[in-house]
């Protein structure tokens, strides 16, 4: 189908906002881990590191690539067997964090130190939680009714909705649909969709070419139960927030489109798929949103980390 091939184009921004810290729920279980970075790696390394990634299931923010960095977070009970092995692999590991809950627990500060000088809900310079990127939401639809409307494309597991914004001039335009957070922890996505939302209303007379030519459709948060066990829980919660096994929740979102699904029996795994394609409420909905909406020519997914654009 022509929509589907959309899903695989999907241009990553990857900003990298340096980890920040104060003791926080989800700083605890990050005490001691360590994030280590190996030298840039060749075609060879890369695939030898690969095989070891996939079969560690340890956490790679960065995957091995030819010409990049692989980074990974460790456990500290691993950290020195696995800081062993890449000194073997002649891979040159270096720790580039200690202590992943100092960050945790910094940023945390550093978020409520912008939060308490700030006169908007949104101001650019900060992550967002899902209640203020919803009021922000509710301020652009009472705002600007002349161009945007609200569209809900579903319910998530926890029952939230997947909300999405139109921005559109007027009928017969080709959209751009943009979305954020469809991993969880990604944080910087959704203030990148919202500043595509400020920048088309607020600033609608700079871009007013824009809109001329193409519709938007914008959701800043599209795995919303995630995202909020990110903020509440668990600062590096990737997935959805389902319940296909009692010790691991969720599904890698991003592996959950009816479009070379292929399925995998480890639930626990960072990039488990789910049950079947499009078993998750969340991606059942944008999926269908997608299909059904013809006039969606292009797809943007907005990741973070890795600096690559995919
Ligand atoms: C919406 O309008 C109100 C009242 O003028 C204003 O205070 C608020 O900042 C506006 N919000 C947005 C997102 O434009």
């Known amino acids: 189908m022509r929509v589907s091939r959309n899903f695989v184009s999907i241009?990553?921004?990857?900003?990298?906002?340096t980890a920040a810290f104060e003791t926080t729920v989800s700083a605890g279980r990050y005490k001691d881990f360590k994030v280590i970075k190996t030298k840039i790696l060749g075609v060879h390394e890369s695939s030898v590191l690969s095989q070891l990634a996939f079969k560690s299931g340890l956490d790679f923010w960065s995957l091995p690539r030819n010409g990049k960095n692989a980074i990974l977070l460790c456990e500290p009970q691993q950290a020195e067997e696995i800081f062993k092995e890449l000194t073997r692999l002649e891979l040159r590991p270096e720790i580039l964090t200690e202590d992943v809950s100092r960050e945790i627990a910094e940023e945390r500060f550093k978020i409520d130190q912008i939060n308490s000088?700030?006169?908007?809900?949104?101001?650019?310079?900060n992550f967002m939680t899902l209640d203020e990127i919803n009021q922000y939401m509710d301020e652009v639809v009472a705002n600007?009714?002349?161009?945007v409307s609200e569209l809900e494309i579903g319910t998530t597991t926890e029952g939230r909705a997947t909300r999405v914004l139109h921005i559109s001039t007027g009928p017969g335009k080709p959209a751009i649909f943009i979305n954020g957070a469809i991993h969880a922890r990604e944080w910087i996505g959704p203030p990148v969709a919202m500043y595509a939302i400020n920048q088309l209303t607020e600033f609608y007379d700079q871009n007013?070419?824009?809109?001329?030519?193409?519709?938007?459709?914008?959701?800043?948060?599209?795995?919303?139960?995630?995202?909020?066990?990110?903020?509440e829980q668990d600062r590096f919660w990737r997935k959805t927030r389902s319940l296909n096994d009692l010790n691991c929740l969720g599904v890698d979102a991003n592996r959950n489109f009816d479009w070379q699904w292929a399925p995998d029996n480890d639930m626990c795994s960072l990039v488990y798929p789910g049950t079947a394609p499009a078993s998750e409420p969340e991606i059942q909905g944008l999926q269908s949103f997608l299909q059904e909406h013809t006039e969606i020519t292009f797809y943007v997914d907005l990741h973070s980390f890795g600096q690559a654009c995919l």
């Open 208 to 231: 007013s070419a824009i809109l001329n030519s193409v519709d938007f459709y914008i959701a800043p948060v599209v795995n919303p139960d995630g995202y909020v066990f990110s903020w």
């Open 144 to 147: 600007y009714s002349n161009i």
């Open 117 to 125: 000088a700030k006169l908007k809900v949104a101001n650019w310079e």
């Open 11 to 17: 241009l990553t921004f990857s900003v990298f906002l």
